[in-house]
């Protein structure tokens, strides 16, 4: 009991696996909803003190939507070069699969860095680190991978990825730099405008799913990652989500505590993206303070994560499957 109690000032969400955040007597008198609404207030107190970091133009985009789309983020020689020394590069891959997609993550860690100069200097400039700062709330460094997306690569039950959902209760950050051209049709990331903002809309619905939880929604949810069908969306004030049909070199950074997903493909498909994600603890009143963000610590952070999920896997698990070295763009996979 109090190792579940501990977990109500830390990002932990799952209403399954903690029967303190999962009770219904003590969501029916708002556990749930007082834990979103503390967060959501801290997050706004951490983005202003960090409003310094990026335009009023970028800032009021994000402010009215919950993301930031920027097209033609690099100069157009400069993306082809960065593209080029990317999609030519092998490297270590792990694929995930769910439902029938696979999900393949390369890391973006010091040796990729020191392979590709350029890319380095991208995750560094003023702009994407403001944005990357400022949508997550806290002045950190993110999490840098190169995602590869392959629809209809499995003959198996549909992604539930294309279901329309929140992370998680509390302010996130995700971003994608696409490296290919993403057709309406073809799994586009999709986002319902307006969703990262806590409302007393919003906050109704979180309580009626929190009172229903651990048993009477669907697994995801349950787990804390909330789903919503669309037709739930004009009860709570919200538009239909927007879909990201977007040329390559197109930037989207978005609080994915918002409504999103990614939208379902018509027909075998491959999807590639500079993939981002900052996530820490919602209830930290402060912006910075984290030694794992320092330049030489940052970049290794994902292998050691790996390798700590290889070695005791049996206890955490490891979603992510050893694969071997790839490219990024290769369309074959060790699943089918």
């Known amino acids: 009991m109090p190792w579940w109690a501990l977990q109500l000032l830390t990002s932990a969400k799952s209403f399954r696996d903690n029967p303190i955040i999962g009770s219904r007597r003590l969501n029916a008198m708002g556990l749930h909803v007082a834990r979103a609404r503390i967060a959501h207030m801290l997050a706004r107190s951490r983005r202003k003190r960090l409003a310094y970091l990026l335009s009023a133009e970028d800032r009021a985009q994000f402010d009215a939507q919950g993301y930031v789309q920027i097209p033609d983020f690099l100069p157009r020689a400069a993306f082809a070069k960065l593209r080029a020394a990317i999609f030519s590069r092998l490297s270590p891959a792990r694929e995930m699969v769910q439902g029938d997609t696979i999900t393949r993550r390369i890391a973006i860690d010091q040796t990729m860095l020191r392979d590709i100069p350029a890319l380095g200097q991208l995750l560094q400039s003023d702009r994407w680190r403001g944005l990357m700062r400022y949508v997550a709330s806290f002045d950190v460094e993110p999490l840098y991978y190169i995602q590869t997306i392959l629809a209809h690569h499995v003959d198996a039950s549909p992604d539930p990825q294309t279901a329309l959902h929140a992370d998680t209760f509390h302010p996130t950050m995700k971003a994608w730099f696409f490296l290919t051209d993403v057709a309406g049709d073809e799994g586009p990331l999709t986002y319902v405008a307006g969703s990262h903002r806590w409302t007393r809309e919003r906050g109704n619905w979180e309580k009626q799913r929190s009172l229903l939880a651990p048993d009477g929604i669907d697994l995801l949810s349950a787990r804390g990652s909330m789903r919503i069908e669309t037709q739930e969306l004009p009860a709570i004030g919200l538009p239909p989500a927007t ?33 981002a994600y900052s996530r820490r603890s919602p209830f930290l009143p402060w912006t910075g303070g984290d030694p794992l963000s320092l330049p030489w610590l940052a970049p290794r952070r994902i292998g050691w994560m790996w390798a700590m999920h290889d070695r005791w896997k049996k206890y955490i698990g490891q979603a992510w499957q050893d694969v071997g070295v790839k490219r990024p763009d290769s369309a074959d996979d060790t699943h089918s």
């Open 243 to 275: 879909v990201f049909a977007v040329s390559a070199n197109t930037l989207v950074v978005a609080d994915t505590c918002g409504f999103h997903a990614r939208g379902p493909s018509a027909h075998p498909s491959l999807r590639i993206e500079i993939w």
